[in-house]
């Protein structure tokens, strides 16, 4: 369940959040497949998952847009049975590691369109020629996660690789959204409370005017705090997968969990 992998997050992200983002964007590369893929693709690309060690990526963001997917400036034209796709994708955790990307890309030429119906879903397969990878980013307390830019120019998809169908990429996206921002707010949640568990080990040994500090009220407050925020940030992000998990769209307390 979504709650279960919020559960495990935390707990990844206490102990270092560069291995927790790496392992997370993984989920967050599958969930397009999982919520919206075919059989066929679910098969060849989720079951590959399970038998392997393969990773994958969530080609969404750009270098000027990321949750605001109507600015996305990628495109894919329909040319036969394929798709050519130019563009760029910018902060790609797992870009240089994955074996596929979930890829977002407009579709409609025209600038009128509906942004519920101006893009598309795809898979795309990270050796296919026109795929260039950037270098590796340096994020700080994020050194274990492989973060990089990605160009895709002329790149053909095949359109059996289409999710859903022409057209249905912003859903599935926010879908996809919907279903991993909860993880993303148990990772913040893990590493805020691994500070504060630092910042209380500290407060209880660092001795001035005879006490340690955490007796000085100054600095208990600011302890206490940091307790309320921690662990309303944690029944925040478990509100937010419990919704989830009931069958219900969480938009609205998923985007509170990741913003808080």
């Known amino acids: 369940s979504i709650f279960d992998n919020c559960l495990i997050t935390e707990e990844l992200a206490y102990g270092c959040t560069g291995v927790q983002t790496a392992i997370e964007a993984n989920s967050l590369g599958q969930m397009p497949v999982i919520i919206a893929g075919s059989d066929a693709q679910k098969r060849k690309y989720l079951g590959r998952m399970a038998e392997e060690a393969l990773m994958c990526a ?32 910018m ?17 409609s030429p025209d600038p009128k369109c509906p942004t519920s119906k101006a893009f598309t879903g795809f898979i795309v ?6 795929i260039q990878v950037g270098r590796k980013e340096l994020n700080m307390g994020q ?72 007796e000085h009220q100054a600095v208990s407050f600011l302890l206490a705090e940091m307790a309320m925020k921690v662990e309303l940030a944690r029944m925040a992000y478990q509100r937010s997968a419990w919704e989830v998990d009931q069958g219900r769209r969480n938009t609205y307390y998923a985007s509170i969990a990741k913003a808080f």
């Open 143 to 214: 050194r274990c996660s492989d973060t990089r830019g990605i160009t895709f120019e002329d790149v053909r998809i095949p359109k059996e690789n289409v999710l859903i169908t022409e057209g249905a990429g912003f859903k599935i996206a926010m879908g996809a959204f919907d279903n991993t921002r909860p993880p993303v707010a148990a990772g913040a949640t893990g590493l805020a409370q691994r500070a504060l568990d630092e910042a209380t080990n500290y407060a209880l040994e660092r001795k001035t005017f005879g006490k340690v500090i955490a």
């Open 58 to 89: 969530y080609c969404v963001t750009e270098p000027g847009a990321g949750s605001d997917v109507a600015g996305l400036k990628t495109r894919a034209v329909k040319m036969g049975d394929e798709y050519v796709v130019n563009g760029q994708k």
């Open 125 to 130: 397969d990270a050796d296919t020629p026109g």
């Open 91 to 107: 902060w790609i955790t797992n870009g240089g590691k994955a074996n596929w990307y979930f890829l977002l890309a407009r579709t």
